[in-house]
């Protein structure tokens, strides 16, 4: 791919629906409402568009109830609905630094340590006096965790095992129309390892986990579904078992509940899990997508036999997804990230954030159309939507989240030691963007807020009336060597903290909310 194309800005599948808050657009575009030094920046701060203001809800250490903090590196934001104002929030936490939770001196003390703060939380949050409050010891709030027992549904047995301890590396998630959880597990060989199928032969971590707690190293890479209320979990093998980023849950025209994934890794691929039915995922198929001939491929023994001459069983072909794609020839991508479906026209998109080995450097956001509009299709057409790079103003997208009027949120990931640098030297710090899909504005790309200093925002969700925008701000003073001398100090002015905060303000609310 040259570079003309993919600085070229391809948009697609502009309809007819009206783009509330149009006049706040086109000043935003025009820069009227955002000083020209604001963007791209590389201050230490979360730095908002005029119109916009957020306060912190929740952040790392604060206690939730008698036993749990809130856990480090909050990621997907998730919530149950109990009315417009209260809300049973999940949030994932994927990982932590041992160099601020716990110490680098690999002991089983530290790594409990660890695993104590990674996985997700369960919290109450109340909406008083206009603003969102978290509900310190509500008896909903709780942690799901690194050590917390679990099992896998169904009651299927991996390594001759049901139960399993703890969940890890939890990057994005989804939530169900039968209103539980789901939370992803993506890059666990950092946790416990990862071995070799056809060799045997084993890679150890950094964090050393796998020496106290030597663990199956397949019993994690699983979706995980959390119920809001107990907090019990269990892992479903029928998704698939790789680097999860999302589980993006829809009911198509069929009544099939479908679960759309990425595995973010390189070169890897795009899935989807169409349950048999609207109430569980007991039983359904997973796909994977073969995006040049436009067709979903069955990881199913006897729908594809191939995979017979690799696999004994079905299990085995979900354990080993990765391997079972490239079998039947699915498409590589470009490390497949989050995945939205458009409120309106039922098209799904799909951050691809960069890919080395396929000079791609600032990633692309892919369009998929499913055949008829049906989500449990086996074909659809795939179209690249926008290009990252200088001309688009963005690079490394990864988390998505569409508004009620169909305008595209997005934020993005240029890693730490890549900011500021090189070619990304011209966007600034990580960022949150909104990216208008009809209308005379569809394709230009808003940037309203810049992360601190090596923080990325992930997690965007938005509140019941579409008024506030929960986001996470992850990592903030990622590259720290030094606690004396952190390299960031948001949001305390002393320590970084992953916090997670709410966006509001008059600019926002013209965006979001639906025009008559």
Known sequence: MNNN?????????????????????????????ISPNTFPSLEDDLILADGFNYYPLISWGDQINKYDVFGFNNDYITYKPLSSSELIMWVNHEYTHPLFVSGLERTKENVDKERRLVGGSIIKVKKIDRKWKFQKDDPVNRGVRGDTPMTFANGVKVKGLNTVEGTCSNCAGGFTPWNTFLTCEENTHKNYGEHNRKTGKFKKTRVEWEKFYPHPVEHYGWVVEVDPDTGKAQKHTNLGRFGHESATCITSKSGHVVVYSGDDKENEHLYKFVSKNNSDFNQGILYVANTEQGKWLPLDLELSPILK????????????????????????????????????????????TKSASKDDPFGSILKVSESANDHSATSFKAETFLFGGELSKFSCPDNLAFDQNGNLWMSSDISGGAIGKGK?????????FVIPTSGKNAGNVIQVASAPVDAELTGLSFSPDQKTLFLSVQHPGERTKDLSNPTSNWPTGNMPKPTVVAIEGAELEKITQRTK
Do not use: M, W
């Open 5 to 33: 194309r993919r600085e070229f800005l391809k948009f697609l599948g502009v309809t007819s629906y009206s783009l509330a808050g149009i006049s706040v657009l086109e000043s935003l575009v025009s820069c009227q409402s």
């Open 309 to 352: 001459k690799h696999f004994k069983t079905q299990l085995e072909v979900l354990t080993y997804a990765r391997e079972a794609s490239k079998v039947l020839g699915a498409t590589e991508l470009n490390r497949p990230e989050d995945i939205e479906v458009h409120p309106h026209t039922g098209d799904v998109y799909i951050a691809l």
């Open 424 to 432: 990304y030297k011209s966007f600034g710090n990580n960022g949150l």
